[in-house]
């Protein structure tokens, strides 16, 4: 009788523990399953992150590029080309005054034909002068 009551204690054992095992394998498989359904929505929310990053960075450029296609204005650019053009038609003018200036005889070209025409054994006392105020005399 006491291998019976063993026996009979050693099945109650083992169906307690086949109880026990079938609670914790249905515990873990439902904990596997949390897991990986955590697993799905950190990738989702990854995914989802690279996603926000890259419309931000696209949204900060358009609002950039938009800013200052709103800065543009149309008659302020017309008027902008206006001055310019003035400015170089007055650098052309410039240049054109310096080139007649360059063609012409200079003062000295003067003085040195008057005191050519002058004898050469009395210069003009004056014209001297004015030659060394100037400072065209060497």
Avoid: C, W
């Avoid at 929505?41 to 419309?55: S, V």
């Amino acid at each position: 009788m006491k291998m019976l009551d063993q026996k009979k204690a050693a099945e109650t054992n083992a169906e307690r523990a086949l109880a026990d095992y079938n609670t914790q394998k249905k515990l873990a498989e439902r904990l596997q399953a949390q897991v990986d359904d955590l697993e799905h929505k950190i990738k989702t929310f990854e995914n989802e992150l690279i996603t926000l990053k890259a419309r931000a960075k696209t949204a900060d450029s358009m609002k950039k590029i938009n800013r200052q296609l709103a800065g543009v204005d149309p008659s302020g650019t017309i008027a902008m080309l206006e001055r310019m053009k003035q400015k170089v038609d007055e650098d052309e003018s410039t240049a054109q005054a310096f080139g007649e200036i360059a063609d012409r005889p200079s003062d000295m070209d003067a003085a040195d034909r008057l005191l050519a025409q002058k004898s050469a054994s009395a210069p003009n006392e004056d014209l001297l002068a004015l030659k060394r105020k100037m400072g065209l005399t060497e």
